[in-house]
């Protein structure tokens, strides 16, 4: 079982990589929109690996939207994490998150993304061994 969550840990590890990646470049004020984003992972599992990606800590606030940080935690569900971020019109942002999960029965994860208070992204899955993940692209429109 521990082979199995390895893999699908390391698979998606590897999706929320290649969706982190931003552009880089100057913006200016105008234009700007600021999130609140949420994660939550609820489900019947004991424990999950959580995989997500915030914004980064270590850029100006008008550039938070260049390129996330993934990030990732181990924990038992429920678990959230809310952060604010600022997009652009040339840099918006993609959030995602996931869960791996292992029981030895059959159980369900759900991931779900709010954004200022509105589920824009969710998945469910049920198994053994799941890996669920919601991801979406904040934009300037919304």
Same mark, same amino acid.
């Given at each position: 079982m521990a082979d199995?969550?390895?893999?699908?840990?390391?698979i998606l590890f590897c999706c929320i990589a290649v969706a982190s990646c931003g552009s880089?470049?100057?913006t200016g004020p105008s234009g700007n929109r600021r999130y609140t984003v949420r994660y939550d992972v609820s489900g019947s599992f004991s424990d999950c690996t959580f995989f997500? =990606?915030?914004r980064r800590d270590d850029v100006a606030p008008d550039q938070e939207n260049l390129g996330g940080d993934s990030r990732s935690d181990t924990g038992s569900l429920p678990w959230s994490l809310t952060y604010d971020v600022t997009v652009t019109a040339?840099?918006?942002?993609?959030?995602?998150?996931g869960a791996v999960c292992s029981a030895s029965g059959s159980e369900t994860v759900t991931?779900? =993304?709010?954004?200022?208070?509105?589920?824009?992204a969710t998945q469910t899955q049920s198994g053994q061994n799941v890996s669920a993940q919601a991801g979406f692209e904040l934009t300037v429109g919304g």
């Open positions: 199995v969550r390895g893999r699908l840990v390391s880089s470049g100057s997500y =990606i915030t040339l840099h918006p942002f993609n959030t995602q998150v991931t779900t =993304i709010m954004v200022d208070g509105d589920e824009v």
